[in-house]
């Protein structure tokens, strides 16, 4: 099989790294272009990127040359699937011009994620949603679809099968976010060495808003799920895997037993298609009082391909002071199955969906 061609669209950033380290040596993907912003433009990969991920630059990317963000230069190198770690700000025109170009693209930013025509997807949640990308082919050549925000892709993964099995009426989250969710120069270290920042621009009204997207119902457009949902955003001295504390209250009553036995058995459309970076189970419990820690279980998922893509859940307990209540705690590594790895799942259940 030929690899299909693609594009990382700020390559050299924290999303963009995971990016090139899980496309080195992708089955079905082949990385032709690497793009960042104009200052890093004509240089080559090896020599302007700050590389801080666990393992060396991979050698076939270090002698690529930067290009621009633009339409041309996608064609020229034959690009057809387009990945977007771009800055937020940049990233809504240059992935709109993409999209209308003809080229598919998968987007970690919040640029066009609640758009009313692109779906934005969790492989094992909600792979259904990509049918809204049939609205998009009524009014341009190519697609967007959107990959969620690093906080709400491992809470979402979480409720999905408590949603299915008991429904859920009330969710409160408060998180420890690590610093890698911030981009390479998100926060000073003077600012967060010895400290705790107890607030994230944008990050609790997006977090809230994605949820009932992710977990709603696409029929001739979003409808939105029915729960209510409250988050408190922090960031904490970490460098990857956000921590999330989980407190709610289902329909059905639900014991302990029940939410690990149903979260251990949770399976998606990656699963039962055997997508090449779906991990085998997308929820690890840990039975320790101590786990999850993010140092630890952070890059947890088997096979090899899929390590950091299973979030891992632990201190499942029954919460007395809400009505059916549940709490527990969340791990999930935030540039892998929080942004990178998920758009990769994306385009690899597009590819076997043959819409690329
Ligand atoms: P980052 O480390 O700051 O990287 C930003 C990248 O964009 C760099 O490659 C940078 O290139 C490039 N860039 C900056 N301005 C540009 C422009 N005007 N035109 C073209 N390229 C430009 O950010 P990040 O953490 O990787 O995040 C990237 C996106 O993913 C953001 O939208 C973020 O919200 C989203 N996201 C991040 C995470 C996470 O955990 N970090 C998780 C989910 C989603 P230079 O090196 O040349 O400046």
Redesign the pocket.
């Known amino acids: 099989m030929d690899k299909i061609k693609v594009a990382i669209?700020?390559?050299?950033?924290?999303?963009?790294?995971r990016y090139v380290r899980l496309l080195s040596n992708h089955p079905w993907f082949d990385i032709s272009v690497l793009?960042?912003?104009?200052?890093?433009?004509g240089k080559k990969y090896g020599e302007?990127?700050k590389w801080i991920i666990e393992d060396e630059i991979p050698e076939n990317v270090k002698d690529i040359t930067?290009l621009?963000?633009e339409v041309e230069e996608m064609k020229k190198e034959g690009v057809e699937l387009i990945f977007?770690?771009?800055?937020?700000e940049?990233?809504y025109d240059?992935e709109l011009k993409m999209a209308e170009a003809g080229f598919t693209v998968v987007s970690?930013?919040?640029?066009h994620r609640m758009d009313p025509d692109v779906p934005l997807v969790i492989p094992e949640v909600n792979s259904d949603h990509i049918i809204a990308i049939e609205e998009q082919k009524r009014k341009r050549k190519g697609i967007i679809v959107t990959?969620p925000?690093?906080t709400t892709i491992g809470l979402a993964i979480s409720l999905k099968p408590i949603h299915d099995e008991f429904g859920i009426k009330r969710v409160l989250v408060s998180t420890m976010q690590?610093l890698?969710?911030?981009?390479?120069?998100?926060v000073p270290s003077m600012a967060i060495l010895d400290n705790l920042i107890p607030y994230i621009k944008n990050e609790e009204e997006k977090v809230t808003k994605e949820i009932l997207k992710i977990l709603g119902k696409y029929e001739n457009g979003f409808k939105f799920a029915n729960i209510k949902i409250g988050a408190s955003c922090h960031r904490v001295c970490v460098l990857d895997g956000h921590t999330e504390v989980v407190f709610l209250e289902t329909i059905k009553k639900a014991t302990p037993e029940d939410i690990k036995y149903c979260m251990k058995n949770f399976k998606g459309e990656p699963q039962l298609l055997s997508l090449p970076t779906a991990p085998l189970q997308p929820i690890i419990i840990r039975e320790e009082p101590d786990r999850p820690q993010p140092r630890i279980d952070r890059l947890s998922g088997k096979p090899e391909r899929a390590k950091g893509m299973a979030i891992v859940v632990g201190r499942i307990r029954e919460e007395l002071a809400l009505d059916n209540g549940i709490k527990y705690i969340l791990l999930s590594h935030?540039?892998i199955r929080?942004?990178a790895g998920n758009a990769i799942l994306i385009a690899e259940l597009l590819k076997a969906k043959n819409i690329i």
Do not use: E
Not at 108 to 111: E, F, I, L, N, Q
Not at 180 to 186: D, K
């Open positions: 669209l700020g390559a050299t950033g924290m999303v963009g790294q793009s960042a912003s104009s200052s890093s433009v302007i990127v930067i621009p963000a977007s770690a771009l800055p937020s940049v990233a240059i970690d930013t919040s640029a990959g925000n690093c690590a890698s969710g911030a981009g390479y120069f998100g935030n540039t929080g942004a």
